[in-house]
Nanobody
Framework: QVQFVESGGGSVQPGGSLTLSCATSGFDFSAYVMSWYRRAPGKERELVAMITENGIAKNYRDSVKGRFTIARDNVNNTLYLQMNKLKFEDTAVYFC?????????WGQGTQVTVSS
């Protein structure tokens, strides 16, 4: 079955960096546009970044542009999110899934906490 295992989160100070990973299985990873999403406390889940099947085209929500970089490894079916210059408002649980019609079986996510 479809599985997502997110990792790499943690607690950092503002301005710090983290790299998230999402190991996937159970579907043809290379055939889909993939995305990172996040859910902050008390808020709805939101799209953070997306990457096309071949990894060439990428798009980001305005608040993370210039700070986050999405990447993928189609050999190892893994999605990445490099996060730099982290801000308090980046605190959230981060998830990965496909962009269009996300699979219902979301992973546990990985917690990112930015605090001083």
């Amino acid at each position: 079955q479809v599985q997502f295992v997110e990792s790499g989160g943690g607690s950092v100070q503002p301005g710090g960096s983290l790299t998230l990973s999402c190991a996937t299985s159970g579907f043809d990873f290379s055939a889909y546009v993939m995305s990172w999403y996040r859910r902050a406390p008390g808020k709805e889940r939101e799209l953070v970044a997306m990457i096309t099947e071949n990894g060439i085209a990428k798009n980001y929500r305005d608040s993370v542009k210039g700070r986050f970089t999405i990447a993928r490894d189609n050999v190892n079916n893994t999605l990445y999110l490099q996060m730099n210059k982290l801000k308090f408002e980046d605190t959230a649980v981060y998830f990965c899934n496909r962009r269009v019609q996300p699979f219902p079986s979301w992973g546990q996510g990985t917690q990112v906490t930015v605090s001083s």
